[in-house]
């Protein structure tokens, strides 16, 4: 007989980043060393009649938002059947971006693992179990990785633990923007790590015109850079626009991580607008829906590139062969965590230095995600919450 979901639960919680703080439009957490940053995040339990339980720590108020708007759906159903639910909170949350859907998915695919017995990626079909990474910055602030200089010392030391790439989130919301000094860091970190690193540079869509992003694109082009991700403010969903750009760059362009669901990516490569596809297991429809859009990329013969670092990323990177980079971020020069890491795992970990001595992270081995959570801190530092049953 089927197992049935008896109970979902929901918390709000808060938890403490050391060195980082917000930029000055309050937009964008930035490198701020000596700073406490109070992040919030979510946690979900799905519970079952057989003793099950899947667990996903992440999310947004929008997301948990749409997780309130679907859960009773849920409650009786046979939590087993991923796809039948991931098509019908697809249909429920059409008119909104459907990220709820995601740490549903993810929670799902976690009690899938703990019921079989299994780690995610034996179900999703291994391809690797060492997992490549690159090392993402902070944003920069006028405290913290504040000059071309910063960011290339940081590229080295990251080239010393091992890395074997480095993505650049360069200083931004800090009122104009002085596209030369993009267009210096671009040149500081190739000319001091270019030879033996893959480069990449993601402006999160702060460049203001189309001339400013082509300027900075033709700067990354001197130095063989592996992608040029969001340049500029269109907001990263014009495919027109980032087609004309790609046109006129010899960089590759990454797109996709800032429009929702399968359809746009499919669109998006269809559209000949970007080289590579973004994906991201919370944001997109998780484990489902980024496995789905892994699969359109592999269709297009292009690349997929998850987004930031986590359990559900390591997964889904290790069951695709058509990724090149686990994204370890964001990080900056002091040891701490990176922002996407609440204290509440044990052994699991994505510190800038803990990668290996050949670059890689490995892949959780054990049920499910293969991590376990501190409840405790979960509860102790709760906001709030729901339960459905």
Same mark, same amino acid.
């Given at each position: 007989?089927?197992?049935?979901? #008896? ?7 808060? +938890? ?5 703080? #917000? ?32 667990? +996903? ?9 749409? $997780? ?46 703990? +019921? ?10 291994? /391809? ?5 990474? /690159? ?10 990785? &504040? ?12 080239? &010393?633990?091992?890395?074997?790439? %480095? ?36 402006? $999160? ?19 063989? +850079?592996?992608?040029?991700? &969001? ?19 010899? #960089? ?23 080289? %590579? ?18 699969? $359109? ?16 990323? =390591? ?39 803990? $990668? ?26 709760? =906001? ?6």
């Amino acid at each position: 007989m089927a197992p049935r979901i #008896t109970r979902i639960g929901t918390v709000e919680f808060t +938890y403490p980043v050391e060195d980082a703080g #917000t930029s000055p439009k309050g937009f964008d957490m930035v490198y701020r060393p000596g700073n406490t940053h109070e992040r919030t995040t979510y946690a979900i339990r799905i519970e079952t009649d057989v003793g099950v339980t899947g667990e +996903y720590v992440g999310g947004n108020p929008p997301a948990f938002a749409q $997780v309130n708007a679907v859960a009773d759906y849920l409650v009786g159903r046979n939590p087993l059947a991923r796809e039948r639910h991931w098509s019908e909170m697809k249909r429920a949350l059409r008119k909104y971006d459907r990220m709820g859907i995601g740490p549903i998915d993810v929670a799902l695919w976690d009690l899938a693992g703990k +019921y079989h017995d299994a780690p995610i990626h034996e179900l999703l079909g291994t /391809y690797r179990t060492r997992l490549p990474a /690159y090392a993402s910055t902070y944003f920069g602030s006028e405290t913290g990785l &504040d000059s071309p200089e910063a960011y290339a010392d940081f590229a080295e030391r990251c080239l &010393d633990l091992g890395y074997p790439a %480095f993505k650049i989130h360069p200083v931004g919301g800090l009122g104009d923007r002085d596209v030369r000094t993009e267009v210096e860091t671009v040149r500081a970190v190739g000319e001091r790590v270019g030879e033996e690193m893959d480069l990449m540079l993601d402006p $999160v869509c702060e460049y203001e015109t189309f001339a400013d992003a082509l300027a900075v694109g033709r700067a990354c082009d001197e130095y063989g +850079y592996f992608w040029y991700e &969001d340049p500029f403010r269109d907001g990263g969903s014009s495919q027109h626009a980032h087609r004309r750009l790609r046109g006129k760059l010899d #960089t590759p362009i990454l797109q996709t991580e800032l429009v929702r669901g399968l359809e746009p990516h499919a669109d998006f490569a269809a559209a000949e607008a970007t080289d %590579f596809l973004r994906a991201d297991p919370e944001w997109d429809g998780g484990i489902t829906g980024a496995t789905k859009i892994a699969r $359109v990329a592999e269709g297009f013969g292009l690349d997929v590139e998850y987004h930031l670092a986590g359990p559900a990323q =390591r997964h889904c990177l290790a069951a695709t062969r058509n990724a090149n980079f686990y994204e370890v971020g964001l990080v900056g020069p002091s040891s701490g965590p990176p922002h996407a890491e609440p204290p509440i795992y044990g052994a699991y970990t994505d510190r800038l230095e803990s $990668v290996r001595d050949d670059g890689t992270f490995p892949v959780p081995d054990g049920p499910g995600l293969g991590v376990e959570y501190d409840w405790d801190y979960i509860e102790a530092n709760a =906001r709030g919450g729901r339960s459905y049953e």
